[in-house]
C-alpha cells in the first residue's frame, strides 16, 4: 500500500479509496479484530451504503479486506442498504446458522429500503423504511449470508411510534450474562429514544423497555452503544455506559454531530440512568469528546478480558464530512480507545486512554526537555514531523500578572507560524482548546474553522497533563487522565512540520514535555 497521498492518516485507519462513516460490527474473534463500517464501493460521498471490512491483530496495523455485505442490486437498482449495526460470535449457536461445528459471527444492521417491496420473507417494506435486520459468516467475517428467510427480525418501531418507519436504527447486539440473553440497543431517531431489545437465539425479539429523551437533544439520537464496567479503586461497582450520537447538536462550540454518554444501571431489560447523570431541562450532557470529530463510537463486542471496553469513532463530521479535501477517499478513524469509569472531582466520570499498541508504530525520534519556566511569547521546538505523540504537562496558576493566560504547543505549522494548529489550555477559565482556525486548509466549510475547548481541572499535584496523537490529518487530545478528549481534524500543507511553544502574557512553569516520532502503520 502506498498510504502517501496528501492527509493521508498513518496510524488511523482510512479505506484505500471511497466514502466512509459509522464504525460497526467491532468484534474480537480469534486473536482478529474486525472493523466493519458504513462504506459507499462506488464513490466518495455516502451512497450504496454498504459494510467495508479490515482486520487487525493489534488494532493499529489494518489491512482491508473485500466488502463484507455489498448493498443489494448494487450498482443499478440498490433496493437494500445496510446501515450501522453489530456483530457478536454466537460461540453457543443459539442462531443455529452453525454447521459442522463452526461457530458463526451473526452481524445485526439496519435494512434501509429505497423502495417499497416485498420481500423474499413475505414482509411488506415502505420506501425509506428502516427496519433491523441479520447476517451471519461461517468464516470468520471473510464472507456473509443474510437471513433473507426472515429478515427483517424486527420489523417495525414499537407500535406507539408505527410513523417513526424512516427513524428507526442502529442496533447494537450483545450478550447479557446475567440473564442469559441476547440484547440490542436501537434508536427512534427523531424522538430521542433508546429502544431495547431481547431475544434468545438473534433471530426472534422482543420489546424490553425505552429510554429517554435526556440531556442533549438538539438533533436526532443514533448510534447506541451499551455496555459494563467496573469503577476503578471501587471494582466491587459496576456501571453501565450508554453512549448515543447526536446529529446536529455536540457540545458547546461545536457545529453538527457530537457525543454524548449517561451512566446508569440495567438489569437486562432496562437502562436507568443515575441522576447525577441527568441535567434537567435538557440543558446539558455528558460529552464524550469536545472536539468536532468524533462520532458514532461503538465498542467492542467480544474481548477476551471480561472488564476491557475498547471504543473506535468515526473521525469526521455530518456538517462537512463530504467536503473535506481528500482524495481518493474520505474518513478515518479515531485512535481506538480505551474505556473506564473513575470518580474525577466528585463523579463517575468515563476515561479515555488510547489503546496500547500505538506504541508499536512509535518510532525512537523522541525530543524530551523540561523547563522550570517557559518564558513570555514563543520557545521553538525541533521539528517533529508530521505523525508524532506529544506528552505535555506543566504547573497549573491561578490568576498572576508574571505569569501566563494559556499555554499551547502549536504543531504542524509553517515555518513563518502563518499556519499552525494549536493546542493548550486557558488559565483563567479552565479549559484545554484546540484552535484550528489557522490549521491550513479550512475553507471548505465556513464552520469548519473555528476554537474548541473543554473544562478542565488540575490532577492532584496542581499539574495540568495533555497527550496529542498527531496525524497527517488529525489531532486527538486527551486532557487529565482522561476525562476530556478533543478530537479535530486539519488539512496543514506538507511542509507544515513546525512545532513551537506559546506562553501568553506571562512565563509558564514546571514544564515537561515529550515528543515521539510515529512511523506508517501501513508499510
Ligand atoms: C450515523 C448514521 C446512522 C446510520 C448511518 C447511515 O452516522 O446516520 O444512524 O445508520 O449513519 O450511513
Known amino acids: 500500500l502506498n498510504y502517501t497521498e496528501p492527509y493521508r492518516p498513518q496510524y488511523h485507519f482510512s479505506p484505500a479509496e471511497h466514502w466512509m462513516n459509522d464504525p460497526a460490527g467491532l468484534v474480537y474473534y480469534k486473536e482478529t479484530y474486525h472493523l466493519f463500517f458504513q462504506y459507499n464501493p462506488g464513490g466518495i460521498e455516502w451512497g450504496n451504503m454498504s459494510w467495508g471490512h479490515a482486520t487487525s491483530k493489534d488494532l493499529t496495523h489494518w489491512e482491508e479486506r473485500p466488502v463484507a455485505l455489498l448493498a443489494r442490486g448494487y450498482p443499478e437498482n440498490v433496493t437494500e442498504m445496510y446501515f450501522t449495526g453489530s456483530a457478536v460470535a454466537d460461540v453457543n449457536n443459539t442462531s443455529g446458522f452453525g454447521v459442522d461445528g463452526k461457530i458463526p459471527l451473526v452481524a445485526m444492521y439496519t435494512s434501509m429500503y429505497p423502495v417499497s417491496q416485498e420481500l423474499p420473507s413475505g414482509k411488506h417494506v415502505l420506501a425509506e423504511q428502516q427496519s433491523q435486520s441479520i447476517a451471519y459468516s461461517l468464516d470468520e467475517g471473510e464472507t456473509w449470508t443474510t437471513y ?69 437533544v438538539g438533533g436526532i439520537w443514533e448510534c447506541p452503544n451499551l455496555f459494563q464496567m467496573p469503577i476503578k479503586g471501587d471494582p466491587s461497582i459496576k456501571k453501565w455506559v450508554l453512549v448515543l450520537g447526536l446529529n446536529p447538536g455536540g457540545p458547546p462550540g461545536t457545529v453538527g454531530s457530537g457525543t ?95 489503546q496500547d499498541s500505538w506504541h508499536s508504530v512509535a518510532n525512537d525520534q523522541t525530543l524530551k526537555h523540561s523547563w522550570k519556566s517557559v518564558s513570555k511569547g514563543s520557545t521553538s521546538l525541533d521539528s517533529p514531523g508530521k505523525a508524532f505523540k506529544i506528552d505535555l504537562s506543566f504547573a497549573d496558576h491561578d490568576s498572576d500578572k508574571s505569569l501566563a493566560s494559556t499555554f499551547a504547543i502549536a504543531v504542524r505549522a509553517s515555518s513563518d507560524f502563518k499556519q499552525e494548529t494549536l493546542i493548550g489550555y486557558n488559565f483563567t477559565s479552565k479549559e484545554v482548546f484546540v484552535d484550528r482556525r489557522n490549521s491550513g486548509v479550512v475553507s471548505f466549510d465556513k464552520t469548519f474553522a473555528s476554537l474548541y475547548h473543554a473544562p478542565l481541572s488540575a490532577n492532584a499535584d496542581k499539574r495540568i497533563n495533555l497527550q496529542v496523537f498527531v496525524d497527517w490529518s488529525s489531532v486527538e487530545v486527551l486532557g487529565g487522565q482522561g476525562e476530556v478528549s478533543l478530537t479535530a481534524q486539519i488539512f496543514p500543507e506538507e511542509n507544515s512540520t513546525e512545532t513551537r511553544l506559546v506562553s501568553t502574557d506571562g512565563v509558564t512553569q514546571n514544564v515537561r514535555l515529550q515528543i515521539s516520532g510515529m512511523d506508517s502503520a501501513w508499510h
Open 148 to 216: 433473507d428467510a426472515e429478515n427483517p427480525v424486527i420489523h417495525n418501531p414499537p407500535s406507539p411510534y408505527g410513523a417513526e418507519l424512516e427513524n428507526f436504527r442502529d442496533p447494537f447486539v450483545f450478550w447479557h450474562d446475567d440473564t442469559q440473553k441476547w440484547v440490542a440497543v436501537t434508536v427512534l431517531a427523531s424522538l430521542h429514544k433508546v429502544v431495547i431489545w431481547s431475544s434468545d437465539n438473534l433471530k426472534e425479539w422482543s420489546l424490553a423497555s425505552e429510554f429517554g429523551p435526556y440531556n442533549a
Open 260 to 354: 454524548q454518554y449517561f451512566i446508569g444501571d440495567f438489569n437486562g431489560t432496562a437502562f436507568k440512568a443515575d441522576p447525577a447523570s441527568i441535567y434537567p431541562d435538557n440543558k446539558s450532557a455528558n460529552w464524550m469528546d469536545w472536539g468536532p470529530d468524533f462520532y458514532a463510537a461503538a465498542s467492542y463486542n467480544g474481548l477476551p478480558v471480561g472488564d476491557d471496553v475498547v471504543q473506535i469513532a468515526w473521525m469526521n463530521n455530518w456538517q462537512y464530512g463530504a467536503t473535506i479535501p481528500t482524495s481518493p477517499w474520505r474518513s478515518a478513524m479515531s485512535v481506538p480507545r480505551q474505556l473506564s469509569l473513575k470518580e474525577v472531582n466528585g463523579k463517575v466520570t468515563l476515561l479515555q486512554q488510547p
